[in-house]
C-alpha cells in the first residue's frame, strides 16, 4: 500500500439539505478500503483534527471531518468559528446525526469504498461519535473520552447537552472506548456504568482506560497529551477499525 | 473535560482586536473549559464580541482559574476605588 495520499476541503450537502464544508482525506491507490468520519472536538475544525484525518487515509482509509460550525461562521478561523457556535448554544443533537449521515453518504459514494464505514470522535466528539452510532447505520464507532454519555451535564446554561442513556439500547455498531483514568468527565465511574449499560443490553464493545492520563491525551498540541497512552490508543483504534471496516 | 458550561452577558464597550483596530462590543461570552492556546487544561474563557461584525470581531483571552479570580477581584477594587457616581 503506498503511503501516498490527497488532502482538501469539499463542500458536502449535510442535515436539511444545507451545504457544508469538509475535511477529506484519502489515500491515491484506487484499492477498495473503509471509510471514517472524524468529529472535532468542541474546539473546531482545527489544524490538529486535520492532521487526524489524514492520518486515517495514511492508514488506508478514505476520511471525512464535517465541519460542524459552517453555518454559524463560515471562512472563520477554527477558533473565532468554535466561540460563535458555544455563544449561539454548540451543535444541536438533531443535526449532528444529520451532518455525520451526510459525511457518511459521501464515503459511501467514493468509487473506493467498500460500503464500511466508522465515526470517531474525541472529547465532545466522543458523545456525539456514540450518539451518531445509535442513530445511523454505521459499522463502528470510537469515542476518545467523551462526556456525558452518561452521567449528569451542567443546567442552567445556554449550551444544552443530555447524556444517551436512553438512547444506548439503539447503538447499531460495536463501540472503541478509549478513557483516561485520571479524567472527571467520563470520570472511570462513569465509564464503569456505560459498560455496565452496554453489556446488560448486548452490545459489543471494547474499553481501554490509560493510567496516568486524563482528559484529551490524543492532543499532541496540549499539556494534557500523554505519549504512552495516545500509542497504544491509536494501535487499538488501527486493530478496531481492521476488524470492522476492512474488506 | 468539555464542561458545555457557557455563561452570556450584554456588554457595552470598546475592545482592541483584530489588525489593531478598535471595535465596539456588545456580547461577552464566559465559560470554563479547554483553552486554544493557554498552557493548561482548563481555562476561564472570556470573549469580548460583536457577533453582527462577524466572528472574527472577537478578542479572546484564556486565563488560569487563579488569575480569573485575581482577575475579578483587580475589577471589583478598581470599581471601587472610583468615586460612586462614575461607575453607575
Not at chain 1, 477529506?24 to 472536538?41: C, E, F, Q, S
Not at chain 2, 468539555?2 to 457595552?12: N, R
Request: with cysteine.
Amino acid at each position: 500500500m503506498s503511503d501516498s495520499l490527497c488532502a482538501q476541503s469539499v463542500r458536502i450537502t449535510g442535515h436539511a439539505g444545507d451545504e457544508i464544508e469538509a475535511y477529506v482525506a484519502r489515500p491515491d491507490d484506487d484499492g477498495a478500503r473503509g471509510g471514517v468520519v472524524v468529529i472535532h472536538h468542541m474546539p473546531g475544525f482545527d489544524r490538529a483534527t486535520k492532521e487526524i484525518v489524514r492520518r486515517f487515509a495514511e492508514l488506508g482509509y478514505d476520511a471525512v471531518c464535517p465541519n460542524l460550525y459552517w453555518r454559524e461562521a463560515p471562512d472563520a478561523a477554527p477558533d473565532d468559528a468554535a466561540a460563535t457556535a458555544r455563544a449561539r448554544g454548540g451543535v444541536p443533537d438533531e443535526r449532528l446525526i444529520g451532518d455525520v449521515g451526510a459525511a457518511a453518504h459521501y464515503l459511501r459514494s467514493l468509487p473506493t469504498s467498500n460500503q464500511k464505514v466508522g465515526v470517531i470522535g474525541y472529547c465532545s466528539g466522543g458523545r456525539q461519535s456514540v450518539l451518531a452510532a445509535c442513530n445511523l447505520d454505521l459499522d463502528a464507532a470510537v469515542d476518545c473520552y467523551g462526556a456525558f454519555v452518561v452521567g449528569t451535564p451542567p443546567e442552567g446554561f445556554p449550551l444544552q447537552v443530555t447524556n444517551l442513556v436512553d438512547q444506548l439500547p439503539n447503538l447499531r455498531a460495536p463501540l472503541l472506548g478509549l478513557f483516561g483514568k485520571e479524567d472527571s468527565y467520563p470520570s472511570p465511574e462513569q465509564v464503569a456504568e456505560l459498560d455496565e449499560i452496554l453489556t446488560a443490553n448486548g452490545k459489543p464493545h471494547e474499553f481501554h482506560s490509560y493510567d496516568d492520563a486524563g482528559h484529551a491525551f490524543f492532543a499532541v498540541d496540549r499539556p494534557s497529551y500523554r505519549v504512552a497512552a495516545a500509542n497504544d490508543g491509536w494501535e487499538r483504534i488501527t486493530a478496531f477499525y481492521t476488524t470492522h471496516l476492512g474488506g | 473535560m468539555c464542561t458545555y458550561a457557557t455563561v452570556k452577558t450584554t456588554i457595552d464597550g470598546s475592545a482592541k482586536g483584530p489588525d489593531s483596530s478598535w471595535f465596539h462590543v456588545t456580547d461577552g461570552t464566559i465559560y470554563f473549559d479547554h483553552p486554544v492556546h493557554a498552557m493548561a487544561e482548563h481555562t476561564l474563557n472570556i470573549d469580548f464580541a460583536d457577533p453582527a461584525r462577524g466572528p472574527s470581531a472577537r478578542v479572546a483571552v484564556e486565563l488560569t482559574a487563579a488569575s480569573a479570580r485575581e482577575l475579578v477581584a483587580a475589577i471589583q477594587a478598581a470599581l471601587e476605588s472610583a468615586p460612586a457616581e462614575l461607575t453607575i
